[in-house]
């Protein structure tokens, strides 16, 4: 089966301008997820959508922080203003069913440079 | 406040020695206790998952055992290679409604030829 996509690979923006990253998940994953990671960290949870529904948003900046999955298929993060801390790796990842039960698959991220 | 932690030191190893990584957590239970292997550049990859009645668990040369008593997983890869060099992450499950999932920091694995 095809595995997770994202796009675009890298991304190098001004701080205050916005930028949108693309996630298309494996076929019939139900549950997509996006991750932030920052070097020498892990993954943290941003948002995690159950078909179009939102699951979990607590840890998004909502004040710039956005997402969406429409149609339940693809989704796409949007930040606006970005800030230099935002520099990072915007990882999306999907499961079957929510539970974690097979593991999740990654994309391979979008590398975001905030200067 | 909830953890997960993992040793930040890289660990550096001989190739064909047993590997040991271990994950402890706080103020959780988990209802699974994931491992993931992450390249540099990459995102992480699914290696094995245990559940919280599971004591362990095998796949080839990799074996993860998960003791909610203590609060830890250990991360075993046997006859280690070169190529078993990378950032190893665990994930914890937790359910809240619905299965919300948290990684680890990592450990950085080194296996020296």
């Known amino acids: 089966e095809a595995g997770v996509a994202q796009s675009p690979r890298y991304k190098i923006i001004e701080k205050r301008q916005s930028v949108a990253f693309w996630c298309n998940p494996i076929s019939g994953h139900a549950t997509l997820y996006w991750y932030q990671q920052i070097l020498g960290q892990g993954p943290k949870l941003l948002i995690q959508?159950?078909?179009?529904?939102?699951?979990?948003d607590s840890q998004l900046p909502k004040d710039r922080f956005s997402a969406e999955r429409l149609k339940g298929v693809d989704s796409t993060l949007k930040i606006q203003p970005a800030k230099l801390e935002d520099s990072a790796v915007y990882l999306c990842a999907s499961s079957r069913s929510g539970t974690g039960n097979y593991g999740y698959t990654f994309g391979s991220g979008t590398r975001l440079t905030v200067v | 406040s909830q953890k997960i932690e993992q040793n930040s030191e890289a660990l550096n190893i001989q190739e064909g020695k047993t590997a040991t990584l271990t994950c402890n957590y706080t103020n959780y239970s988990p209802a699974y206790l994931q491992w993931y292997r992450q390249d540099p550049g990459r995102g992480p990859v699914f290696l094995l998952l245990i559940r919280e009645n599971e004591k362990e668990k095998r796949k080839e040369r990799l074996k993860v055992t998960f003791d909610t008593t203590l609060k830890q997983s250990l991360f075993h890869i046997t006859a280690s290679q070169p190529a078993d060099s990378a950032t190893y992450l665990c994930?914890?499950?937790?359910?809240?409604?619905?299965?919300?999932?948290?990684f680890g920091r990592g450990t950085s694995l080194i296996v020296h030829p």
């Open positions: 959508f159950q078909n179009n529904g939102v699951v979990d």
């Open positions: 994930a914890l499950d937790k359910y809240g409604g619905s299965y919300i999932p948290t």
